[in-house]
């Protein structure tokens, strides 16, 4: 899992370094609203993929592969959906977007071609969301890998030949992330097929029954809120660095990739824990639900400590690595320190996600997401107002503490209470 999930910011990280040394800010700006943009809708659709995790963890763990077959269809089914209403929004999000960031015209108009072009690939990648779920609630570690490293392959390959060979621009960039998409899709039906073959599940369909789409409606609606909270804040990373000028947008997109490195790591291993909690409370074993949980939050602190040390050494060289623009470079180093220290603060929220998506308790997730978003984020931004982008930062770093804070908490209060199965 943590394998799988470091390659993928490696994704945002070409597409930051080739752009990054095109002739202006403007192009790295751009593509930093344009992709963090999609970022923001089709994160929006990660509940997706969490909740058919824990779903199916659940199922696997009790053998009962014809519910398997049944989550996976009516998750599939709200996947294409959702990708169709996106598409269909598209120009109205897009004029959104525009009057939010008051960017410049030069800026906006990348980030518009970027946005125009990468929508197109919303049903392979919100698809892939729901079949990447399947297989981590399966148990099915290397498929994971397998296709996030497809997927980033073909991604960077595209971007060096369509941006820098063709000269295709940030319009170059999307369409290789849209034809890195569809390719992965086609490689995820592979690997679930073997799957599949491997407990002898065959590929029939059924149409799913009313109570699987209810169930999964009312367990979605939860994990979208909290997660349309999340990218609220992180969409407010964006506007207002874009309020904060071109080039602080263009630092913080180069320190936000960073930020998508900690959290894809210790998703890895948040990954794992909503596998294995998911299995265990399917069993209706509550004790290896705690020693699942325990195994995670200590390689979670081992990995947070690693990274903050790995970014304190080579932060410096990673930002010169992303962008060789002198203003971007400066800026970026200015606010390197909230980065080396974030990881270590933000273990908890990532590690204690997963265990509540093992558990299928998104009510949870929706409530402490919202108390760190008001106390944790706003509320702190909104006293170092005067901190500019440290103030930002700041805000960042209370979010992520509040919500590991908030959800061990509540953890602690479901174990005392027994009830960790229900």
């Known amino acids: 899992m943590i394998l799988s999930n470091i390659s993928v910011p490696l994704l945002g990280l070409v597409d930051t370094a080739v752009i990054g040394h095109l002739s202006s800010a403007h192009y790295l700006a751009g593509i930093a609203l344009g992709s963090s943009s999609i970022a923001v809708l089709f994160w929006l659709a990660s509940f997706l993929r969490m909740s058919t995790t824990g779903v199916i963890a659940q199922a696997f763990g009790a053998k009962d592969f014809n519910k398997v077959k049944q989550l996976l269809l009516s998750s599939l089914l709200l996947s294409l959906l959702f990708?169709?209403?996106?598409?269909?929004?598209?120009?109205?999000?897009?004029?959104?977007?525009?009057?939010l960031s008051e960017s410049?015209?030069?800026?906006?108009?990348?980030?518009?071609?970027?946005?125009?072009?990468?929508?197109?690939?919303?049903?392979?990648?919100?698809?892939?969301?729901?079949?990447?779920?399947?297989?981590?609630?399966?148990?099915y570690g290397k498929g994971p890998f397998y296709l996030v490293l497809f997927t980033n392959l073909v991604n960077i390959v595209l971007d060096i030949l369509f941006v820098l060979v063709l000269d295709f621009g940030v319009a170059g960039a999307a369409w290789a992330s849209v034809i890195a998409d569809y390719s992965a899709l086609g490689l995820a039906v592979?690997?679930?097929?073997?799957?599949?073959?491997?407990?002898?599940?065959?590929?029939?369909?059924?149409?799913p029954s009313k109570d699987s789409i209810a169930r999964l409606l009312t367990l979605n609606r939860d994990i979208f809120i909290r997660s349309l909270l999340l990218q609220l804040c992180f969409s407010f990373m964006t506007f207002y660095g874009a309020r904060l000028g071109d080039v602080t947008l263009a630092a913080n997109a180069v320190l936000l990739n960073f930020l998508m490195l900690v959290s894809f790591a210790l998703d890895g291993i948040a990954?794992?824990?909503?596998?294995?909690?998911?299995?265990?409370?399917?069993?209706?074993?509550?004790?290896r639900v705690k020693l699942w949980v325990n195994v995670s939050v200590f390689w979670g602190a081992v990995f947070a400590l690693g990274y903050c040390i790995f970014f304190a050494v080579l932060g410096p060289s990673i930002i010169t690595m992303l962008t060789n623009i002198?203003?971007?470079?400066?800026?970026?180093?200015?606010?390197?320190?909230?980065?080396?220290?974030?990881?270590i603060i933000a273990m908890g929220c990532f590690l204690f996600d997963g265990v509540?998506?093992?558990?299928?308790?998104?009510?949870?997730?929706r409530n402490s997401m919202f108390i760190a978003v008001v106390l944790g984020f706003f509320t702190p931004f909104w006293l170092t107002l005067e901190w500019g982008n440290h103030g930002l930062w700041f805000a960042m770093s209370c979010f992520m503490a509040m919500r590991g804070a908030t959800l061990f908490y509540r953890y602690r209060q479901i174990c005392h209470q027994g009830a960790l199965l229900q």
């Open 356 to 365: 509540f998506v093992g558990l299928t308790r998104a009510k949870e997730m």
């Open 271 to 287: 990954y794992a824990a909503e596998a294995k909690v998911g299995a265990a409370k399917g069993e209706n074993d509550p004790s």
């Open 83 to 99: 990708a169709l209403t996106l598409i269909a929004l598209s120009p109205a999000l897009l004029s959104v977007i525009a009057s």
């Open 104 to 139: 410049s015209e030069q800026v906006m108009e990348q980030a518009g071609s970027y946005f125009s072009i990468r929508i197109w690939s919303a049903p392979a990648a919100l698809c892939n969301l729901v079949l990447l779920g399947l297989m981590l609630g399966m148990h």
């Open 190 to 207: 592979v690997l679930v097929k073997k799957l599949f073959m491997r407990y002898g599940v065959t590929w029939s369909v059924k149409f």
């Open 326 to 343: 002198p203003e971007v470079i400066t800026e970026a180093s200015m606010y390197l320190p909230w980065l080396i220290v974030l990881p």
